[in-house]
């Protein structure tokens, strides 16, 4: 749960840096970004901005916003009634971003994980990500990113969006954002 | 068919059109730039600059890169061994596009046509997108567009790409560029 005056700030905070990095949105857009504070109400640690262009039946575009440090939770995206799951590309726009996956952990890894329970990170293969770079992840693949010190901008293409089937590590997480 | 010296101009100048926006993309990007003239000859008039970020057998993403006036071809995605044709949302980043396509036609179009073959461009509803702005084609719909006098730069957010399997109006053009 995240107030109202967190919420509008978040907003307000996401537009500056779509403007930093010369993204220009509508009007219409700029009513719509989505705050992700994961349910688990510290969005400046754990919380992703969200503004999605295009959802359909068959892909999906979405530019992400974080601030400095925030983390994206770790979550899958698993097959939903028999078709794959969501397979996704990050494409680093602006700032820097820790992507983490499995395989052979980093020996140091630039990200600090978040404080959270037990069970919520659990990958620490590492990707770094700088602008315009990129990295696709296949479907069910569990994942969290970080971004780095300037905050990120993230776009993301990817086949059809279902956030609600998403399967996150930590099982307070609830994907809905709700604001006071 | 180009010559390498009109392939490299038009490299460098579309380098140039991802700098004012503000684009990054890396150095092996950089090599990869494709200059695609239709087959016709005439890249100025016809024509488009297209940085693919990638293109998997479920989802693509595209920067187009277009110069004064340069336009798109008519053309079509069809359904393919059975799959559904690519769908695409043109997303204008950076100048303006007219964009055409099946319905009423505009009485008076902001796009000039394009000296070509009888039947080479045969729709006229008009779609204008500045900056911001993006529109999604359903399969195998008929379209062309052009850019405005500062150019444009369209990001294109796709199903997978599979340019062999497109069909344009003009029998004349030859989807694959032969550099000279």
């Known amino acids: 749960m995240i107030s109202r005056k967190e919420y509008e700030n978040a907003v307000v905070r996401t537009l500056g840096y779509f403007e930093k990095a010369g ?22 640690k754990e919380g992703l901005e969200i503004l999605t262009y295009v959802n359909t039946e068959r892909c999906c575009a979405k530019e992400l916003v974080m601030f400095p440090g925030q983390t994206c939770c770790e979550h899958r995206h ?8 969501k397979e996704e590309t990050f494409r680093c726009r602006y700032g820097e971003v820790y992507l983490y996956i499995e395989g052979v952990p980093a020996r140091h890894i ?24 990129q990295f696709t992840l296949p479907p069910d693949t569990l994942h969290w990113f970080q971004a780095g010190p300037l905050g990120a901008i993230v776009s993301e293409f990817s086949t059809s969006s279902v956030d609600e089937a998403d399967i996150f590590s930590d099982k307070n997480v609830q994907r809905e954002t709700i604001i006071e």
Chains 1, 2 share one sequence.
């Open 23 to 44: 993204i220009v949105i509508t009007d219409e857009e700029k009513t719509r970004i989505e705050i992700a504070d994961f349910g688990l109400g510290r969005l400046e």
């Open 78 to 85: 698993p097959d939903v009634n028999g078709r794959p799951g």
């Open 110 to 133: 630039k990200a600090t994980v978040p404080d959270a329970g037990a069970g919520a990170y659990t990958v620490f293969h590492e990707i770094c990500l700088y602008p315009g770079e």
